[in-house]
């Protein structure tokens, strides 16, 4: 007969019947499996932590967002956002489904090119380009979006340098009504320093201004502030035309679409509150299609998407290491998964689950990290199961930031696995070991030998 696992009492409040104001009674339902493939199998496989992606989740999931839009704007074009995941697997999915690179750092543009993405097909974004970084682009005809006005006159002087002209754009930034207002990148619209520096770019006649960008923040939780900026943008699409005679190729609506996690501090769960693709496409193209833009002017209507696109396809596998109880009499997991892979911990209350059946007891549980560090916390609170040393769990949501944010810090960074649409496993990132974290040190001679 199996020796069943102890279960220390605790006293709990139960709530019976009917549910309160905040739903039903918190259930935590087990994830054994993802795409056919047993959790205890693919940890045995590829270790313990292990990051798994799921292609179908990514190419369904960009393809509900380019249907969102296409059927309601004659001229879309989605840009992958690099900094969210920039693994070469992740950006070449979205690539053959049809999406350009967009990029905010010279690492990122030469990994976009070092993936196959032609420079033309490349955004360049970001407020610390150098003067190789542009004097690249321009020479290969990738787009840049100005993000100031010293980088505005370093432009200038690379195209005297190389004889040709940029192809630019300038990003905007504005009042949308959200709080907080992004106002770090680009030129404001509201004080007019947005149309002043198109003004100088056209005046300069060095520089070919083919698109207008906004990215207007992060998690925007509301369509409508889309609706603004789409209307913001049209307004100086218009004047530029009216006054210069030139047309702007495309509008560029940045990223900041919300996935379905749950923000800190957030009373409803984000699957409850987090707009669709069909809320952000009817605010962004509504406003675009109503604006004074000529019908045979429509530009390209371009969107950076990041997090949307890609959370629901990240899975961040995981063993338990201990339990113990804290001073307080609360109990504590400790994992082998820490702040240093799930970065988005500090903003998200993420989903946890068992990767077995397991009690349907629950308890006040704080979830850390193996990390020697007072904040490597997963979940400050969580009604949880009990699960004991060895046990799996599965967390879900995390393909955005947290393969690009991820810490090489008192632990090695797992496999990254990609399960492909036949239901095939693939390594897409391998483990580090010490080889691979000591490859790039130097010793000094006068350093290398010691005694105790």
């Known amino acids: 007969m199996e020796k069943k696992t102890f279960e220390p009492p605790v006293i709990k409040k139960l709530n019976a019947g009917m549910p309160s104001k905040f739903g039903m009674t918190p259930r935590i339902e087990a994830i054994p499996e993802i795409e056919g493939h047993k959790v205890k199998d693919l940890l045995k496989d590829h270790g313990s932590p292990l990051y798994v992606l799921s292609e179908n989740t990514l190419r369904s ?18 840009a992958w956002s690099y900094k969210t995941n920039y693994l070469a697997a992740v950006c070449n999915v979205f690539h053959q489904e049809g999406a350009w690179a967009e990029v905010v750092s010279g690492f990122e543009y030469h990994k976009a090119l070092k993936n196959g993405v032609l420079p ?4 360049f974004n970001g407020p610390s380009k150098s003067y190789e970084d542009l004097k690249t682009a321009t020479e290969k005809g990738s787009l840049i979006h100005i993000d100031h006005f010293d980088e505005l006159y370093m432009l200038m002087e690379v195209a005297e340098e ?13 009042d949308t009504g959200i709080y907080p207002r992004w106002d770090r990148f680009g030129f404001n619209y509201d004080n007019g320093e ?36 789409a209307s913001k943008l049209a307004d100086l699409a218009v004047s530029t035309e009216r006054k210069y005679g030139h047309v702007i190729r495309y509008i560029d609506l940045g990223g900041g679409f919300a996935s379905k996690n749950t923000l800190k501090g957030a009373y409803v769960p984000g699957t ?23 019908p045979e002017h429509l530009p390209l209507l371009i969107l950076e998407t990041g997090r949307a696109m890609i959370d629901d396809a990240g899975y961040l596998l995981g063993t ?31 989903q946890i689950h068992p990767a077995e059946k397991v009690s349907q007891h629950t308890e006040d549980t704080t979830i850390y990290g193996p990390l020697c560090m007072n904040i ?48 095939t496993p693939h390594i897409i990132r391998r483990r580090e070991d010490l080889d691979y974290m000591t490859r790039q040190e130097e010793l000094p001679d006068h350093l290398k030998n010691f005694e105790l």
């Open 61 to 78: 999931t960009y393809r509900q967002a380019y249907q969102a839009f296409s059927t309601r704007y004659p001229k879309v074009q989605f």
């Open 120 to 123: 033309q097909y490349i955004i």
């Open 162 to 174: 190389t004889g040709k002209k940029p192809l630019v754009a300038i990003r905007v930034n504005m």
């Open 194 to 229: 947005a149309w002043e520096a198109i003004n100088r770019i056209m005046l300069s006649e060095k520089m070919e201004l083919a698109g207008l960008h906004t990215h207007i923040g992060t998690y925007i939780m509301t369509a409508q502030a889309y609706r603004v900026a």
């Open 272 to 294: 409850d509150t987090a707009p669709s693709f069909d809320d952000y496409a009817d605010a962004i193209t509504g406003a675009l299609i109503n604006s004074a833009i000529k």
């Open 320 to 350: 338990v290491i201990a339990n113990k109880r804290l001073a307080s009499g609360r109990r504590a997991l400790i994992t082998n998964v820490g702040v240093n892979l799930l970065f988005t911990s500090f903003w998200y209350e993420h």
């Open 376 to 423: 490597d916390v997963l979940r400050a609170a969580v009604d949880f199961p009990l699960l004991k040393k060895g046990d799996h769990f599965v967390i879900k949501r995390i393909g955005a930031y947290n393969m690009t944010q991820w810490l090489q810090f008192i632990e090695y960074r797992p496999n990254v696995v990609m399960i492909d649409t036949q239901g």
